[in-house]
């Protein structure tokens, strides 16, 4: 009903809206005054999580894209070495697993039938599981040896949103969990981090605000077929997720790429006036990967393309190439796809809505799929 939505159009929007206190109240109570997680909920012991020598995340849809970001932080930070997989593809092709393997499975629901396949094969095979999941109680937490909790509160549109940034953050506390009871080196960054996390809501919250040009770009681009996103180390992921929403929303055809496999065959797709969506790595950090994305714009913007560039605020190299410029608040390189995908909500929303689309109830998807 319409007192349901909260005077929103839709359960997307409100959930879109509600993704600053999504994040804060993940954070809640994770965080001691000292800048120390205390996750005593994850009740796998400190001693087994110093012996493990990999780390596994298995996922579907939207919660797969959160484990692929997941993995730079987790490798990064932990010099575990961490792989993520489609559940749906992990029983299939006997996957190397055994009590040193940590498996972290990612749902919102804690329903999703391939993912609960993928865990159930991974305990029996001695690997401990993690799970990281938004709704008490349900299946997949209870199959798994411990559950981080994600608060993003009930999520009813079909396409996840609020849940995909809580995931990312539930994700790097694991991150950060696993970094400080090994005894990182990375310890002092670690502590900038949970810093910075602290602030990321008021970061998601100030993109929320600056979203109306982004909307009139979108109802502008309702007459097209395809757009296709481009993104680097974890703008990959972001550009993954930003053609999925678009996908299951607004039934476009729409793609997500890794910039750097441009010239390695998706640039052939670039004619004119192809709307393109950039998400441009912070220029601080991974700056070569931003000069690259930068040059990598250039070449699709001679070829025709409509670019649509997500940069952060005060990157000025990127100006010259946009021709439509989407500002996002600076965070550390890590944790950019926090605030670099929201702009791609909102866009896939509005861009369904202006199609005529019904964005809370999408044609043929259901909100968690429980066969296989
Ligand atoms: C996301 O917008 C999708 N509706 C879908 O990909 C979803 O993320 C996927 O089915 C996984 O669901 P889960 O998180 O409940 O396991």
New binding site residues.
Partial sequence: SAAEKGGYASFMLKEIAEQPKAVTDTLLGRIDGSGSLTLDEVRIPANVLREVDKVVIV?????FHAGLIAKYAIEHWTRIPCEVELASEFRYRDPILDQQTLVIA???????MD?LMALRHAREQGARVLAICNTNGSTIPRESDAVLYTHAGPEVA???TK?FLTQLVACYLVALYLGQVRGTKWADEIRAVVRDLSSISGAVERVLGTMEPVRELARSLAGKDTVLFLGRHVGYPVALEGA??LK?LAYMHAEGFAAGELKHGPIALIEDDVPVVVVVPSPRGRSVLRDKIVSNIQEIRARGARTIVVAEEGDEAVVPYADHLIRIPATPTLLQPLVATVPLQVFACELATARGNEVDQPRN?A???TVE
């Fill in positions: 996922a579907c849809g939207t919660a990612v749902s919102q629901s804690g329903e999703t993912t079909v396409a996840s849940a999925l929403k299951e998807l909100k968690s799929v």
